[in-house]
Nanobody, 124 residues
């Protein structure tokens, strides 16, 4: 079993920045890809970004590309999401997820483990 714990969420003004982190523990040998998803109130969960653990290949949703940056620390078994130029549309609960695939996939069906989420609120 793999445990994922997100942190770094909070309240920020529009145009501001936040950095989320997700620490993995347990069966970390099975980590091939880690991704970020988000779910705003009353909306469906959507893909944000993903990164492969060994090669560092990345993929971003069009809504965040150019503003968000995903990265990982293999030694610490931690993935990060640097979020810049935040706007109210970015307000959501952000979830970290783990996939056994070796590509930065966007589909929820490819992710086996999920964190409990961290709240990000962007005020106007």
């Amino acid at each position: 079993q793999v445990q994922l714990v997100e942190s770094g969420g909070g309240l920020v003004q529009a145009g501001g920045s936040l950095r989320l982190s997700c620490a993995a523990s347990g069966r970390t040998f099975s980590i091939y890809t880690m991704g970020w998803f988000r779910q705003a109130p009353g909306r469906v969960r959507e893909f944000v970004s993903a990164i492969t653990w060994t090669g560092g290949s990345t993929y971003y949703a069009g809504s965040v590309k150019g503003r968000f940056t995903i990265s990982r620390d293999n030694a610490k078994i931690t993935v990060y999401l640097q979020m810049n130029s935040l706007n109210p549309d970015d307000t959501a609960v952000y979830y970290c997820a783990l996939s056994r695939t070796q590509q930065p996939v966007a589909g929820e069906e490819f992710y086996d483990y999920w964190g409990q989420g961290t709240q990000v609120t962007v005020s106007s």
